[in-house]
């Protein structure tokens, strides 16, 4: 990949790592819940599962995801119904107590499948993949674009889950802890509406 070609990619991830979306609201939601350090597999494996599928869709299946806009719908309505199904679970949270016995964070396989199913990740991935990697050379530049993808998105997605861990300082209120965890199950839902919009449009 030519030299000139990073700084904008790198600007790219940044942008597209730190801002919110649904595994960054599932982030905030875990580091207030179970804590940073066991939220980490959960962080690694967001990283990875991003950079799996910039190998993926970038060597073997952006032609053909182009090709299937049909694929996209499915995609969506599929996705939308996970979402809603975590979100009810964020709102329905109880805390670090409450969770140590009844529920655990994303495990690192759990997040790197849950990307397949994100489309704020099939969109960043193939804006990624069709923006900065020459066709000409896929081979060399799909694996840039997953390495600066993890180098960049790393700290910002954990920055997310630190938050959450600040946060859970002033949510041993069970009314403070039920109004951020319906807060957060309405900024999941709020992250997807872009995509159901789009399946109807006007």
């Known amino acids: 990949m030519p030299p000139e070609l990073l700084f904008p990619l790198a600007t790219f991830c940044l942008v597209s790592t730190i ?5 960054n609201m599932m982030l905030l939601s875990s580091g ?9 597999p959960h962080i690694l494996g967001i990283s ?25 719908t499915a995609l969506h309505i599929v996705s939308a119904i996970y979402l809603l199904w975590l979100a009810w679970r964020i709102a329905t ?5 409450g969770a140590s016995a009844r529920a655990r964070p994303f495990r690192t396989i ?18 990624a993949v069709t923006s900065f990697a020459r066709p000409a050379h896929l081979l060399i530049d799909v694996p840039v674009v997953a390495a600066v993808l993890m180098v960049i998105g790393l700290p910002c997605i954990a920055l997310w889950a630190a938050s959450g861990q600040i946060l859970s300082r002033f949510l041993s209120d069970p009314r403070a802890l039920r109004a951020f965890n319906f807060g957060m199950a309405g900024l999941l839902v709020a992250s997807i509406w872009p995509g159901l919009r789009s399946l109807f449009p006007a």
């Open 110 to 127: 759990d997040a790197v499948g849950f990307q397949w199913v994100n489309p704020k990740a099939w969109a960043m991935v193939l804006g």
């Open 19 to 23: 801002t919110p979306g649904p595994n």
């Open 48 to 72: 990875g599962g991003c950079a799996v599928m910039v190998l993926v869709l970038g060597w073997a299946l952006a032609g053909a995801v182009r090709r299937m806009p049909g694929a996209f």
């Open 93 to 97: 949270s109880t805390g670090p107590h």
């Open 32 to 40: 207030a819940t179970f804590g940073v350090r066991r939220t980490v």
